[in-house]
């Protein structure tokens, strides 16, 4: 009996033992659970304050951006409106209407940044629509006409070189949305470079295939997954003037077109943009038909 009591005794003993062992593990995993929310918890708000300051500099940056992009046509106008003003008789005609011009420059550059900070804001969702077909386009002519817009918009004359090959006579496509899609790559070709910008378009049996190859910044290779971002401004453009709104509204007019978009770049090598949009193939009106 004594020995029975006592094997009784010790499984007892043996049983608090393991039972406060028991509750110590729990207590310490516990106390692990705890610290390691607490640690999440931690990472967490140190990721959002991260994420606030990264979005309060950006803000900063944009407004910044945004009031220096619009304060310097103001004070041109300022200027050109008190040259008017002041000196309207002692200014030839000559004169004077190029005073006008660049008033009028001015305003069209900033109501230009409007309609791309509007285009930015309705996104993707709302995709311009593409006019009715009317008759066919001259190809050469509106890229020309993109081309002189650039060099207006960057004040830069003579620095876009075109070669156009095997464009048929007979075709349409959106001209409105690609004059837009051409002059935002043109204009970002002349920003970020002092070289020449090479523009080449050429026809396939249903697309056209435009490339655009400038010799500049470039793009570092860790941020072309960003470069379609709205507001989006590469670590290496500098004092370069612009928003970043230019790619965004490219990618989406040329989804608008059906068309494809390929960026290849290399830091202080350049940067070539080369864009495939599908064509109509217009059929000549029948002589005989009424």
């Known amino acids: 009996i004594l020995n029975a009591l006592h094997k009784t005794a010790a499984i007892e003993q043996e049983a608090e033992i393991q039972r406060l062992r028991t509750e110590q593990a729990e207590r310490q995993l516990a106390e692990m659970k705890r610290s390691e929310a607490d ?14 300051q990264e979005l309060a500099a950006r803000k900063e940056r944009i407004l910044h951006q945004l009031h220096h ?7 041109i106008i300022h200027t050109a409106t008190e040259t008017l003003n002041h000196y309207r008789d ?3 005609d000559e004169r ?87 002059l935002q790559l043109l204009t970002n070709s002349l920003k970020f470079s002092d070289d020449k910008v090479r523009f080449a378009v050429q026809a396939t049996d249903h697309e056209l295939v435009f490339s ?3 010799h500049g910044k470039g793009i570092p290779e860790a941020e072309l997954h ?14 370069v003037r612009g928003l970043g709104l230019g790619l965004p509204i490219v990618r989406n ?34 002589p005989l038909s009424s």
């Open 96 to 182: 004077r209407q190029q005073y006008f011009e660049r008033i009028s420059d001015q305003f069209w550059r900033i109501n230009k940044l409007m309609d791309d900070i509007s285009a930015v804001l309705r996104g993707s969702e709302t995709q311009p629509v593409s006019d009715v077909i009317g008759d066919p386009i001259d190809i050469r002519q509106v890229c020309q006409g993109s081309i002189d817009t650039a060099h207006r918009l960057t004040d830069t004359q003579g620095r876009v070189t075109l070669t156009t090959q095997d464009i048929p006579a007979n075709i349409w496509l959106d001209v409105t949305l690609l004059d837009e899609v051409l």
């Open 69 to 75: 992009e619009i304060r310097t046509p103001l004070t």
């Open 90 to 92: 002692r200014i030839s």
């Open 39 to 52: 640690r999440l918890e931690k990472e967490k708000l140190a990721y959002h304050l991260k994420k606030e």
């Open 212 to 214: 655009i190859t400038d």
């Open 253 to 286: 007019y040329v989804k608008a077109l059906m068309g494809n978009i390929h960026i290849d770049s290399q830091v202080e090598t350049g940067t070539t943009v080369t864009i495939q949009i599908p064509f109509v193939r217009l059929e000549p009106p029948d």
């Open 226 to 239: 960003q470069i379609y971002l709205p507001l989006f401004r590469g670590t290496n453009i500098g004092e």
